[in-house]
């Protein structure tokens, strides 16, 4: 894997052992509490790891196509993951989740949805074993908000969208 990459996806997946042992300890009744018009903690998970299914899923596909077909991030995917960023870091702005990962059930299983997340960064793993140096530049993800970006603003991304759901399940398990 290559280096930046390999250091990016090791931080990711602390982040989420870091979270689950958090998850681990907490009771029952916390794991699923939730105030009005919000979600509770495993319901948190539960959106993070559908989030995650759908941009492994979406550079699975992308990885695909001939490398030619692909675009270079250049400056613009440089500023737009900036911004995006940046975005996720400010903790007092609310943003609506896109469709297909805001559907979430009213009590998600804390075990399965745990395993599933496992498994998932597992292959993302692979995935990102198969990134050549060429590839890197390339915008192998779309988001559905900021648009193209590459594979290490990708990671980026996932990384702050991930710190920020953190926070609020710490914050809504007290």
């Known amino acids: 894997m290559l ?13 989420l052992d870091e979270a689950l042992n958090y998850l681990e300890h907490l009771q029952e009744e916390k794991l699923h509490a939730a105030g009005t018009g919000q979600w509770s903690a495993a319901q948190i998970i539960y ?3 559908t989030a995650e299914t759908g941009t492994t899923n979406y550079l699975k596909k992308k990885m695909l196509a001939p490398p030619e077909e692909v ?6 995917a440089a500023i737009r993951s900036y911004l995006l960023r940046r975005a996720l870091r400010n903790y007092t702005k609310k943003f609506k ?14 075990e399965t949805t745990r395993d599933a997340y496992l498994a998932l960064r597992k292959e993302l793993g692979i995935i990102l074993h198969s990134f050549t140096k060429t590839m890197e530049p390339k ?33 809504r398990s007290k």
């Open 97 to 110: 989740a896109p469709k297909v990962a805001a559907e979430v059930p009213p009590r998600p299983d804390y």
């Open 139 to 171: 915008t192998y993800f779309k988001h559905p908000v900021a648009g193209k970006l590459t594979i290490g603003q990708t990671l980026g991304f996932m990384e702050d969208h991930f710190d920020r759901h953190f926070e609020q399940v710490k914050e």
């Open 71 to 76: 675009g270079n991030g250049g400056v613009m």
């Open 3 to 15: 280096p930046k990459l390999d250091a990016q996806h090791k931080r990711i997946n602390q982040k």
């Open 47 to 49: 959106h993070l790891l």
